[in-house]
Structure formats: C-alpha cells, structure tokens
C-alpha cells in the first residue's frame, strides 16, 4: 500500500493489526509497534506483542531510537480493556503517534505525513498524538478509548 509521502505500509503490518482484532494467535496481541524503516520506504512492524503491563509497552514506545541512537517517533496500537460496572467490560484499539520533541525534525515529519494511511489501513477511529510521556499516562489513553466513560 502506498502513500502521499511515498512510504509503502508492509502487508505484515496489516496482518498482526488483524491478528490483534481477531483475538487470534496465542497469545494474543495486546499491543503493536509500527516504524519506518531505516532506508524511510516503509512502515514495518516493529514489534507485537502479548504483554499486558501498559507500562512495559510505555517504556517501549517512549524509549525508541533511530539508526543514529537518537530519540524516535514511532505508530503503535495498544488494546484498551476497561469496566463500565453495571454497562459491562469494554475494548477499544487506539492508535498512538508517538512524536518525542526531541526527535529529528525530518524523521518527524515523515511520520506525520505518513499517519494517516496507516491509520486508514488499520481502520481505527480513536487516536492520540503525543510529543511528551505526561500524553499517554495510562488515564489519558483509557478516557480517549472510553469516550470519557471511565
């Protein structure tokens, strides 16, 4: 699949995204972490994985670097599960743009103007840009994925 910025997204990446969704696999996917490559061609999976502490997919994300061992954007999905008590459980797939401030300003703006075909890709509605850790505390991402609810 190609894209205005003329970065290709990888079939792989559209396959694990399903594989979360589905609840295929064991275990199943509780979070994906989309990059783009090195040579800046392609969205490439990064990394799937079944971990459920939110904070080791925040360390993840939040500590990537590019080939030059500087601070990193990078595209993730993260399934949401939460209780609505007596409405019942919930679960919401939000897609994250990580874009750490420090980051290369070219690398930047590749990731920005490829951010939405992968997301159109991946069809998910709910989505968060963040530029600082504070951005996806746990409480943010669970009242974007609940619409405020909880």
């Known amino acids: 699949m190609s894209n205005p910025s ?10 694990a995204y399903n594989q979360l969704r589905a609840g295929r696999g064991t275990p199943k996917p509780k979070f994906i972490i989309y990059k783009i490559s090195d040579d800046t061609t392609t969205i490439i999976l990064e990394e799937s994985s079944p971990e459920t502490d ?3 997919f925040l360390e993840k994300l939040s500590s990537a670097v590019d080939k030059d061992g500087n601070p990193a954007p990078r595209y993730a999905v993260y399934d949401v599960e939460y209780d609505l008590g007596s ?12 874009g750490p401030s ?10 920005a103007c490829s951010k939405e075909q992968l997301k159109k890709s991946l069809d998910v509605s709910i989505s968060i ?13 669970l009242k974007e994925a609940s619409g405020g609810k909880a």
């Open 87 to 98: 409405e019942g459980k919930r679960s919401k797939t939000v897609f994250i743009h990580w």
């Open 129 to 141: 840009h963040a530029d600082s850790p504070d951005e996806l505390e746990w409480k943010h991402v």
């Open 102 to 111: 420090h980051a290369p300003i070219k690398l930047c703006m590749l990731y």
């Open 54 to 56: 939110y904070e080791v």
């Open 6 to 15: 003329g970065v290709t997204i990888q079939d792989q990446c559209i396959a």
